[in-house]
């Protein structure tokens, strides 16, 4: 509880996650390991409920849609991989040229962003997997980044430049 500052809730992990994202209804919570697999949790209790592989390598910064019903994952493979969360079939998988750290669906649903190493921000299509844009955003790593409640601006932090920036992108 942040106003009195007493932890309400959370729970210990086998390995060290590499990134992780928090359902809308706060339900479930997703994180990424070297293991190439994506574990879904109870967010409340902590309890494993579906371990997603298809990652060659470790799987990096999961993030739910904002309607709940699609999970993406980037990998250090360069693989997007993007699940149906009731189904928890794979939607589509598409490629980067190299590694995706870090992802974030557009408030639509129709784009998502990742964070791909060297200052770069991709762009890409959810439904057909293209790449829309690559925005050389930063010198070095890119922190926090996330689109406008709209959509139409996508803000950028970078974590070596010491800059943030916002990118209309529609």
Do not use: C
Not at 43 to 60: F, I, M, V, W
Not at 84 to 90: E, I, N, S
Not at 137 to 157: C, I, K, M, Q, R
């Amino acid at each position: 509880d942040v106003r009195t500052g007493k932890v309400v809730g959370g729970f210990d992990l086998p390995t060290a996650p590499r990134g992780s994202g928090l359902s809308p209804d706060g339900k479930l919570m997703a994180d990424g390991h070297v293991s190439g697999t994506v574990h879904v949790e109870d967010s409340h209790t902590g309890q494993l409920l579906r371990t997603l592989p298809g990652h060659d390598g470790t799987a990096y910064g999961p993030a739910f849609s904002s309607d709940g019903r699609a999970l993406a994952s980037g990998g250090i493979d360069g693989s997007i991989i993007i699940w149906d969360t009731a189904t928890w079939a794979v939607l589509r998988t598409f490629r980067n040229t190299g590694p995706v750290y870090e992802l974030r669906f557009s408030p639509n649903g129709k784009a998502l962003a990742g964070w791909t190493g060297q200052g770069s921000v991709g762009l890409w299509d959810v439904q057909s997997g293209a790449l829309l844009q690559t925005l050389v955003a930063h010198t070095g790593g890119v922190g926090p980044f996330d689109f406008s409640p709209d959509g139409a601006v996508l803000a950028t932090a970078g974590t070596d430049d010491n800059a943030v920036k916002l990118w209309r992108w529609r």
